[in-house]
């Protein structure tokens, strides 16, 4: 079975500074790993994803995360954050084979200050 | 192209009551996931379809939880009968596969038990 552990329950920012929201994984196999955001009172919405290959994946809104396999961490940055980036995020992973069962984090607020 | 439907938005019902949601995944998508989120945790999945048939349902509390896909398209997740700790926001996701592709989340079901 698979485990994801997010860090950081709440990670409080200034407009326009760098921010890291941290996620760290524990398999026996190989994984796929993903990053969404959830804006209050909607659905999750993916921001990144990592299959293979390159280990920096950009994705959207300017959100970057590299994945680390032997410190099995997959790391979340954005150089300078907006007011909108205020959200919830959520770090999920997804073996890559057998069933393909997705595991959550327990999500990150973060939240970005005038 | 329309995005992951759910009904209703919100419900609140009395402990012991039953309850049904309702979720019409994006077209052409085989992989069907009910997702549970309590308040300030991750999504917890409680079933996965993969057409019609169950893929997994190890996290679903089956003495008052039931769900179907029986055409392999939309589908119902009921509670009966419902308990104050189901109180929570009923998340309906799909994807293309199961594996790699990324799931798509509808806007979820707000769900309160007095």
């Known amino acids: 079975a698979q485990s994801v552990t997010q860090l950081d329950s709440q990670v409080p920012v200034f407009e326009e500074a760098p921010v890291e929201l941290r996620c760290n994984y524990s398999?026996?196999?190989?994984?796929?790993l993903f990053w969404y955001v959830q804006y209050p009172n909607q659905g999750l919405q993916l921001l990144l994803k990592y299959l293979s290959g390159s280990t920096l994946v950009k994705g959207i809104n300017g959100f970057e995360a590299e994945f680390n396999k032997s410190q099995t961490s997959f790391h979340l940055r954005k150089p300078s954050v907006h007011i909108s980036d205020t959200a919830e995020y959520f770090c999920?992973?997804?073996?890559?084979?057998?069933?393909?069962?997705?595991?959550f984090g327990r999500g990150t607020s973060l939240i970005v200050h005038p | 192209e329309a995005g992951v439907a759910q009904s209703p938005r919100y419900k609140i019902i009395e402990k012991r009551q039953s309850v049904a949601f309702w979720c019409n995944p994006i077209?052409?998508?085989?992989?069907l996931y009910w997702y549970q989120q309590i308040l300030g945790q991750g999504p917890k999945l409680l079933i996965q379809f993969q057409n019609n048939g169950v893929v997994d349902d190890s996290q679903l509390p089956k003495d008052r939880f039931s769900a179907e896909r029986l055409k392999g398209v939309d589908s119902t997740l009921k509670i009966q009968p419902a308990k104050l700790e189901d109180s929570a926001v009923y998340l309906c996701?799909?994807?293309?596969?199961?594996?790699?592709?990324?799931?798509?989340f509808g806007p979820g079901t707000r769900l309160l038990v007095l």
């Open positions: 077209s052409g998508h085989a992989t």
């Open positions: 999920a992973v997804k073996t890559t084979g057998g069933s393909y069962i997705p595991t």
């Open positions: 398999s026996s196999v190989s994984v796929y």
């Open positions: 996701a799909s994807s293309l596969g199961p594996d790699k592709e990324t799931q798509y």
